[in-house]
Nanobody
Framework: VQLQASGGGLVQPGGSLRLSCAAS????????IGWFRQAPGNERKFVAA????????RYADSVRGRFTISRDNAKNIVFLQMNSLKPDDTAVYYCAATTVPAATDYRLSYDYWGQGTLVTVSS
């Protein structure tokens, strides 16, 4: 199983970015995907998750209403649309997969991790 995160970059406060997570190696769609982020000196924290079908999502309080997670099972891609970005959103963003099919914020549930993509929000 491999996860490839992409789409990070430098954006001004108030701007938008869309991250992508391409998954490969799964034998079925029965897995959930989560996004986590880690700022320098901080622990890795939950951002958003989506269940196997895309019908259920979960968000951290800090991003709810600004970020949207979605998935395209036909293409094995999960997206994280990030709007109204703030400097506090600056971090390396990681996507992860779990065979627990529900959208979970429990980091230890995730078995597979991508390499991370850097998001910098600065003027």
């Amino acid at each position: 199983v491999q996860l490839q995160a992409s789409g990070g970059g430098l954006v001004q406060p108030g701007g938008s970015l869309r991250l992508s997570c391409a998954a490969s190696g799964f034998t079925s769609d029965y897995y959930a995907i989560g996004w986590f982020r880690q700022a320098p000196g901080n622990e890795r924290k939950f951002v958003a998750a989506i269940n196997w079908s895309g019908g259920s999502t979960r968000y951290a309080d800090s991003v709810r209403g600004r970020f949207t997670i979605s998935r395209d099972n036909a293409k094995n891609i999960v997206f994280l649309q990030m709007n109204s970005l703030k400097p506090d959103d600056t971090a390396v963003y990681y996507c992860a997969a779990t065979t627990v099919p529900a959208a979970t914020d429990y980091r230890l549930s995730y078995d597979y991790w991508g390499q991370g993509t850097l998001v910098t929000v600065s003027s």
